[in-house]
């Protein structure tokens, strides 16, 4: 089952909401360091409702912590960048696929994009958006992919 990797996470809310949406979907959860907030910060908690029990959740340090991690479990990185190469849509995802996304400010890394197995986008058609809130990018990007993989049931 793919999983959901935030990078370098900013706005305490954005990740208590994708903490909800991953709790509701069984979608193991990677928050990769260093964290714009606290663990215990009360707006996370409160987005999160009293879902926190049921989140696959994984901390990793740093980058380079969440990396080893990755290269040890397999499967593919797929960056989800307003500049990927591939609409979200017409991408075929893969069961072992990592997610990832980027903070709310930057985006992921480019380094990180480099390294990369395929970026995908979430087209806008206003052209003046560049891009959506990061909790909405985050369940469109996987709620597709399960959907692909037949997981909704």
Same mark, same amino acid.
């Given at each position: 089952m793919p999983q959901l990797v935030l990078i370098h996470p900013q706005i305490p809310? &954005?990740?208590g909401n994708i903490a909800r949406t991953c709790a509701a979907t069984g979608t193991e959860l990677h928050l990769v360091g260093p964290l714009g907030f606290e663990i215990s910060d009360r707006y996370l908690k409160r987005a999160g409702l009293d879902y926190w029990p049921y989140v &696959? #959740?994984?901390c990793h340090e740093d980058l380079a912590a969440f990396l080893a991690c990755?290269?040890?479990r397999g499967g593919r990185s797929i960056g989800f960048s307003t500049g990927g190469r591939y609409s979200y849509a017409q991408f075929q995802f893969q069961v072992s696929d990592w #997610? *990832?996304?980027g903070s709310e400010t930057?985006? @992921?890394p480019q380094f990180v994009l480099d390294a990369c197995d395929a970026t995908v986008f @979430?087209? *806008?058609s206003q052209p003046g958006v560049r891009s959506l809130n990061l909790s909405v990018s985050a369940a469109v990007g996987l709620f597709e992919a399960k959907r692909q993989l037949g997981e909704l049931g």
């Open positions: 809310p &954005n990740t &696959n #959740l994984h990755r290269q040890q #997610l *990832m996304f930057v985006g @992921i @979430i087209p *806008m």
